[in-house]
């Protein structure tokens, strides 16, 4: 079993090991926030089991275990161990041969109460459910400011493998000469032996680039005497997009509309900076446009840090509704203008409580230019839940819908 903990990037880092493990005809579950599915000699379904949760509880995770080991013959598994699931034991009874860091930054205070609360959950991945393996590995950012903490929650064992920008150790998996275009990103790697190779990504972001590098250190190490380099490459070529993860859902026509899953600080200004980049490469002058609320009932302290990241990287900002639940929608948004430290003229800053009003104001705003609008937030999430009911609602759909009356309409 392999595990990927991380505020951010679990999704698209199981996705693309999934995706290398089945092009090589090795049998491998999926378990994760998508849900849950199977590549076995037999099938090669894009179809997913739903879960309630990321990491499902642990009477239904051994179950769907059971199910891919005994129904399917599945004899690898790749999921995503959330905090919340390793601190109410929802992997009890896992033996994971391979633990993976993507990163650590705030999120889920209002579970966590605190940082170090939440550190020291994401640590039980290596200290307690990697030890219990004969031969593990550890995977690890080592541009991560907490990397020492999780190496040091290592068992004695373990064989520690890290990747970043830099090298770090003798055991590095190493990304330089990063570039990016509209068709995608190229850099080259560096591996522990010394050997250097190119690697292409039709997908955008240097948080690509991380999350391929922990992928390339994941397959090399653990399964060298299935897959080479090479190939692994060649699988990561040709990944695609998972939903809801900087997702382009209208491309240049003339404008452009990506759907994103950031819910943190961090990953709003990672998403950003993103599009920044890619707009860069596309026209200079046009305008990033990010749509985004924060959760109902959840961290509120991550509220205005998101409105600060909005303020410092976006040119017009909608801020909107994202599940409020239970919480007053306009005091969350409230929570988030907070942290807006500048005066912001109306042409700049506008909020909608609807969010589909949200959505068709940006659209409407970029309708005539050259501009990325960022809907963040939701990704693949298929429903907006209120006070005491949820309601369909997608992202994607609620685009689709508006470019095709603007379509008709002749914009």
Sequence with gaps: MIGVTGTNGKTTVTH?????????????GLIGSLGYRCHDHERN????????????????????????????????????????????ERVYGC????????????????????MDNYLQVKLLLFSKYLSRSLSPNAIINHDDPSYEQFINACPSNAQVYTYGLTKKNQNSFV????????????????????????????????????????????????????????QIIQS??????????????ICCKPFSVVVDYAHTSDALERTMKNGRQWL??????????????????????KRPLMGHVAEENADIIIITSDNPRQE????????????IQQKIDNNRLYIELDREKAIHLAMNLAKNRNDLIIIAGKGHESTQILADHSIQFSDQEVVKNKYKQMMQNNF
Excluded at 291 to 301: I, P, R, S
Excluded at 328 to 339: A, E, R, V, Y
């Design 16 to 28: 693309m090991i999934e995706k290398v493990l089945s092009d090589a005809k090795v049998t491998v």
């Design 236 to 249: 990561l070529e040709k990944f695609e997009t998972v939903k809801g993860r900087f997702e382009f859902i």
């Design 45 to 88: 379904t894009n179809e997913y089991m739903k879960t309630d949760c990321t990491t499902p509880y642990a009477w239904l995770l051994q179950t769907i275990l059971n199910e891919m080991k005994n129904k399917y013959h599945i004899e690898n598994v790749v999921m995503e161990v959330s905090s919340y699931g390793l601190a109410v």
């Design 175 to 230: 990304a330089y000469n990063i570039k990016t275009s509209i068709n995608g990103t190229n850099y080259t790697i560096l591996l522990p032996s010394g050997e250097t190779q190119c690697v292409h990504l039709t997908i955008h972001g240097e948080f690509n680039v991380y999350n391929s590098l922990a992928c390339i250190a994941t397959c090399l190490t653990t399964y060298s005497h299935l897959l080479t380099l090479d």
């Design 328 to 339: 007053n929608p306009q005091s969350i948004i409230d929570d988030i203008l907070s942290g």
């Design 280 to 301: 860069v490469e596309f026209n200079k002058n046009s305008r990033l446009i990010i749509v985004f609320g924060c959760g109902g009932n959840k961290d509120q302290l």
């Design 95 to 114: 033996e994971f041969s391979v633990a993976i860091l993507t990163n650590f930054t705030q999120d889920h205070l209002s579970f966590h109460k605190t």
